[in-house]
């Protein structure tokens, strides 16, 4: 089985430029979590999608979005970049809803803002 | 609101030492419980969770609600078991609920 893949791995944008990041579950998988890492911060949760539908929301700003397409798939979007936003962005899939269940990461998107 | 905070930023141990990486919650109802461990140039995977009772390569845990503490603890430490390790919660209430981590502990295990 082929385990959650990210895209892209690394890349450098500018401040106030958009990003997306695109991420492929595990098959079989409908819950798609996203979660920054950081540092000093660790892991903060940005959102959770289940059957196209977001379901759970942490606590970043409006500039961040995502959805989760009909396959599973889910894309996450970074509006007008900050300094701040550079980080490690992780996608997680599982099969069962809302953290209840293991959580299989990806190897993540390396966000670098100039 | 539910917080996971894990102490200790860095933890080195000598080999064959007993180690413990600390791990305290805050929340009001029912949480499940996680260990998450990154080695090196690996991905975050899922050590063990406290549901399971498992012991995961020597790892045990142990969900203690009076203290709200759930330590992650191995007798022996070895070398292979240097890695970033993430406490995790979530509540088990059902619905759909986010997982919260801690910001994490690296062990390092000196030979």
């Known amino acids: 089985k082929a385990g959650v893949t990210q895209t892209p791995r690394y890349l450098i944008k500018t401040r106030g430029q958009q990003v997306t990041l695109s991420c492929s579950p595990i098959?079989?998988?409908?819950?798609v979590s996203w979660y920054q890492q950081t540092p000093g911060q660790g892991l903060q949760f940005l959102f959770e999608?289940?059957?196209?539908?977001?379901?759970n929301k942490g606590n970043f700003p409006g500039r961040f979005s995502g959805r989760q397409f009909s396959n599973s798939r889910s894309e996450m979007n970074v509006s007008t970049l900050e300094l701040g936003d550079s980080a490690l962005y992780l996608c997680?899939?599982?099969?069962?809803?809302?953290?209840?269940?293991?959580?299989?990461f990806g190897e993540g998107s390396r966000l670098t803002v100039l | 609101a539910q917080r996971v905070t894990q102490p200790e930023k860095l933890l080195s141990v000598f080999k064959g030492a007993p180690v413990e990486l600390k791990c305290n919650y805050s929340?009001?109802?029912?949480?499940?419980l996680f260990w998450y461990v990154q080695y090196s140039r690996q991905r975050l995977q899922l050590l063990l969770r406290?549901?399971s009772r498992e012991s995961i390569k020597g790892f045990t845990a142990d969900l203690n609600k009076g203290e709200t503490s759930f330590h992650l603890k191995k007798p022996f430490a070895q070398e292979e078991d240097s890695a970033m390790y993430y406490c995790?919660?979530?509540?088990?209430?059902?619905?759909?609920?986010?997982?919260?981590f801690g910001t994490g502990t690296k062990l390092q295990v000196i030979p």
């Open positions: 997680a899939s599982s099969s069962a809803h809302g953290g209840t269940g293991e959580l299989f």
């Open positions: 098959s079989g998988h409908r819950s």
């Open positions: 999608y289940f059957s196209e539908t977001q379901r």
């Open positions: 929340y009001s109802g029912s949480p499940e």
């Open positions: 406290h549901i």
């Open positions: 995790a919660l979530t509540p088990y209430s059902g619905g759909y609920q986010k997982v919260t």
